[in-house]
């Protein structure tokens, strides 16, 4: 028997990261809520919290390469931008890379989480320490 890890409060995570976002990936800015996904910086397994700091909204691709420690948020002069894997070399997430991230004015990602998250992809992944 596979036991999940049960998720309260994730439908009202993402009704509350959507309307924060304007609707729209924080990256792509792709308005298309069917592929849109509430993302958390803090892996829920590992931190559990639904905190509205805690996630941005991406594309559900765009997800999937984060949590996979394919793609991070960087911050550069106090705004963050989105990173992808040296290593990821299809052009439509290279073109991605560097672009800045859409942020609310309220509840925006938490500075310390996205650090974390950083750090533990770039243990994971062998990005080099400064791109």
């Not at 890890?5 to 924080?26: I, N, P, S, V």
């Not at 390469?65 to 997430?93: I, S």
Request: include cysteine.
């Amino acid at each position: 028997m596979v036991t999940r890890l049960r998720r309260d409060w994730q439908q009202e995570f993402r009704t509350r990261l959507l309307e924060l976002y304007g609707g729209c990936c924080a990256v792509t800015r792709c308005p298309v809520a069917e592929v849109l996904e509430a993302c958390h910086i803090d892996r829920y397994a590992e931190r559990p919290s639904h905190a509205h700091d805690n996630g941005p909204v991406l594309r559900a691709d765009l997800h999937r390469l984060f949590d996979a420690g394919l793609a991070l948020l960087e911050e550069r002069k106090g705004r963050l931008v989105f990173r992808v894997h040296p290593d990821l070399e299809d052009r439509t997430y290279r073109n991605l890379d560097g672009r800045p991230v859409h942020e609310p004015s309220e509840d925006r990602p938490d500075r310390a989480r996205v650090r974390r998250h950083a750090a533990e992809a770039r243990r994971r992944g062998a990005w080099p320490q400064r791109l």
